[in-house]
């Protein structure tokens, strides 16, 4: 079964800093990767898909790399503001495309 | 539209109680989830459709009970559930197999057995 870790498990920035956060994952055999955040008590939202591939994709300031062999993947938040506040998942899908499980999750804090 | 519909937003059950959670989405994927979180903890996954069939059963105890009428619904049967089956359960949805499989997910039922 996939094993997904992020690191760090939580982060404390200031307004306007960069940031990025690590996904790792066990097994390099993946259809594509998706990252979501997730405000406190609520759904997820998707930020990104990237797929196996692809190197990169980019969604404003928001940039995710894949390095599929390795297992690892990162996201990159420019210019981090207030409302990025939240927790940020990473989830690897199965080569099938049937499945995805969650990693462990970084929780982001920014402050004004 | 990229909306995935969940109902109740809460529910408050006893452990003899019979209740149903119901997930809803029109963008056309094939492919429904039930997952389960609970606090601090990532979504774990419980239940896979794929063109309306269970594909995936994450060895869920039989008091969930999964169930897709069409491919636009996903309900989730809860029955003599415990106190520790509290938790948020999402259900997501995509397009299954093979090409643009990003997944959506609904805003979740906050779930509270007493």
């Known amino acids: 079964k996939q094993e997904v870790t992020q690191i760090p498990a939580a982060l404390s920035v200031p307004e306007g800093e960069n940031l990025v956060l690590n996904c790792s994952f066990t097994d390099s055999a993946i259809y594509n990767l998706q990252w979501f955040r997730q405000d406190p008590g609520k759904g997820l939202t998707s930020l990104l898909l990237?797929?196996?591939?692809?190197r990169e994709q980019t969604s404003g300031r928001l940039n995710a790399s894949l390095d599929k062999s390795s297992g690892r993947s990162t996201l990159y938040i420019a210019a981090s503001q207030p409302g990025d506040s939240a927790t940020y998942l990473c989830a690897p899908r199965d080569y099938t495309g049937n499945q995805f499980y969650f990693g462990t999750g970084t929780s982001l804090t920014v402050i004004p | 539209d990229t909306e995935v519909t969940q109902t109740p937003k809460h529910l408050v059950m006893g452990m003899t109680n019979k209740k149903s959670l119901k997930c809803e989405q029109h963008?056309?994927?094939?492919?429904m989830y039930w997952y389960k979180q609970k606090a601090k903890k990532p979504p774990e996954l419980m239940f896979v459709?794929?063109?309306?069939?269970?594909?995936i059963n994450e060895s869920v105890p039989s008091r969930f009970s999964p169930e897709c009428p069409n491919s636009s619904l996903l309900n989730l049967h809860l029955h003599a559930l415990q106190p520790e089956d509290s938790a948020l359960y999402l259900c997501?949805?995509?397009?299954?197999?093979?090409?643009?499989?990003?997944?959506?997910f609904g805003q979740g039922t906050r779930l509270t057995v007493v």
């Open positions: 963008m056309g994927h094939r492919a």
């Open positions: 459709y794929s063109y309306e069939k269970l594909s």
């Open positions: 997501a949805s995509s397009s299954p197999g093979q090409g643009n499989t990003e997944a959506f």
């Open positions: 990237i797929q196996s591939s692809q």
